[in-house]
């Protein structure tokens, strides 16, 4: 399974604004500048995270974005469910997988796998929070 971009970056942008969770909104420019990540593209990746209630935004000269929660309330599953959808190695093993979804299902040998596959990248997302990942930066 290969992440895309926009997870990539998004993760990431989490990470930085929950770095600054404790001293207030920290702005686009300041995450793009510290991220290396276009601002143009964060501004489209963080308008999905605010439609999830993920981020929270404030106007003004000191204004900015913030986590909606805590970064331990925050996992990195959430953020790529915003960004992406279900969590999906392949169409018939979305975790909103839809019966009828493929025209093999009845007899694909395959699923299963693709299943556990499914299983154990939801697991290790699912279980690892933005503090999670904040305690594993270097300084």
């Not at 990431?12 to 601002?39: N, T």
Request: with cysteine; glycine share 6%.
């Amino acid at each position: 399974m290969r992440l895309s971009t926009r997870e990539q970056y998004g993760v990431r942008a989490m990470v930085e604004l929950a770095r600054f969770y404790d001293q207030g909104p920290l702005s686009l420019a300041e995450v793009s500048r510290l991220q290396s990540i276009s601002l143009a593209y964060l501004e489209q990746i963080v308008a999905l995270l605010r439609e999830a209630g993920l981020v929270v935004s404030t106007r003004g000269a000191h204004g900015g974005y913030h986590l909606a929660r805590e970064p331990q309330a925050i996992t990195v599953g959430d953020v790529l469910r915003a960004l992406e959808g279900p969590i999906a190695p392949v169409v018939c093993a979305s975790e909103l997988r839809q019966p009828g979804c493929c025209e093999r299902e009845k007899m694909c040998l395959t699923r299963p796998v693709w299943e556990k596959v499914r299983d154990s990248i939801v697991t290790a997302l699912d279980s690892t929070t933005l503090a999670d990942l904040i305690e594993q930066t270097p300084e």
